[in-house]
């Protein structure tokens, strides 16, 4: 069964930068959007960025600006440069995609930004 696997989360200052990977562990039929959710202890997922197949791209506001979605079609991949983190972009992120047929998702990587 094909599965999105992420990479890329860890332990980082405020101020600091990570970047997300995403990719398909084998071929995934046309995708239309991929993106990255999040979700803080206590709280709601909330969509933090996606993008399209073609390349449009769609930012929660407290992503604006810090934050960098980016994919390969060719690899069925999604990435998410994160700049500038605050403490309260700590959270377990998960990245997505999207087809006719169905929804496909991470297990989730853990991003903790320490003061």
């Known amino acids: 069964q094909v599965q999105l696997v992420e990479s890329g989360g860890g332990l980082v200052q405020a101020g600091g930068s990570l970047r997300l990977s995403c990719a398909a562990s084998?071929?995934?039929?046309?995708?239309?959007?991929m993106g990255w959710y999040r979700q803080a202890p206590g709280k709601q997922r909330e969509l933090v960025a996606s993008?399209?197949?073609?390349?449009?791209?769609n930012y929660a506001d407290s992503a604006k600006g810090r934050f960098t979605i980016s994919r390969d079609n060719a690899k069925n991949a999604v990435y998410l440069q994160m700049n500038s983190l605050k403490i309260e972009d700590t959270a377990v992120y998960y990245c997505?995609?999207?087809?006719?047929?169905?929804?496909?998702w991470g297990q989730g990587t853990q991003v903790t930004v320490s003061s």
């Open positions: 993008i399209t197949s073609g390349g449009s791209t």
């Open positions: 084998g071929t995934i039929f046309r995708i239309n959007d």
């Open positions: 997505y995609a999207t087809t006719w047929r169905r929804d496909y």
